[in-house]
């Protein structure tokens, strides 16, 4: 069974595509199968449960808005125990055209998965890059996840990406892993 479950929510397919470069990513240098991919809006959510590791993506639509998948599933997030399991989210969205609700519902997910008992890891620094008025996925200095706007900033999403995937992997104990099968 694959170790890390990645799920996501995307409706123009932007967060659909990322949550898969993930997975190339992972599985890369981890080895085949160490991920599998959950689409929300055709999934049990339950099934985050066989998972120690998670990975979660959703964009943020219309004005501080969730996508429409976690929207009809979020009673069903919201009766999940997360206690024990680390989480990395990831958000995309509009930093330009919404800077004032920029990543909300990657924030509202990550407080949720906070208010369930998971772990959150893979917090990433608010830099210079960014340029915003207000989000929910902030947490003083830092993005509660990794945050993503390829609707002005796709040059950026590769490298944003190749790091916090690395931080992720090490926050869920499996760096060491991805070192000792390249040197098998």
Do not use: C
Not at 25 to 41: E, K
Not at 81 to 90: E, N, P, R, Y
């Amino acid at each position: 069974m694959a170790k890390i479950g990645v799920f996501f929510g995307s409706s123009t397919s932007q967060t659909e595509y990322v949550a898969y470069d993930i997975r190339d990513m992972i599985d890369a240098q981890l080895g085949p199968d160490t991920v599998t991919i959950h689409n929300v809006g055709s999934s049990d959510l339950h099934e985050m449960l066989d998972y120690t590791d998670l990975i979660l993506g959703i964009p943020t639509w219309d004005i501080g808005q969730l996508q429409v998948d976690w929207d009809i599933k979020w009673d069903e997030l919201e009766s999940l125990d997360l206690t024990g399991h680390k989480v990395a989210v990831f958000g995309m969205g509009d930093q330009y055209g919404y800077p004032d609700t920029y990543l909300d519902a990657a924030g509202m997910l990550a407080e949720t998965v906070l208010a369930l008992g998971g772990e959150l890891v893979g917090y990433t620094p608010v830099d210079e890059s960014y340029q915003f008025g207000h989000s929910l996925f902030t947490d003083g200095d830092s993005f509660m996840g990794l945050a993503l706007d390829e609707d002005h900033q796709p040059k950026l999403t590769k490298e944003r990406l190749d790091a916090w995937v690395e931080q992720v992997l090490t926050a869920f104990g499996l760096n060491e892993a991805a070192t000792s099968t390249v040197h098998e």
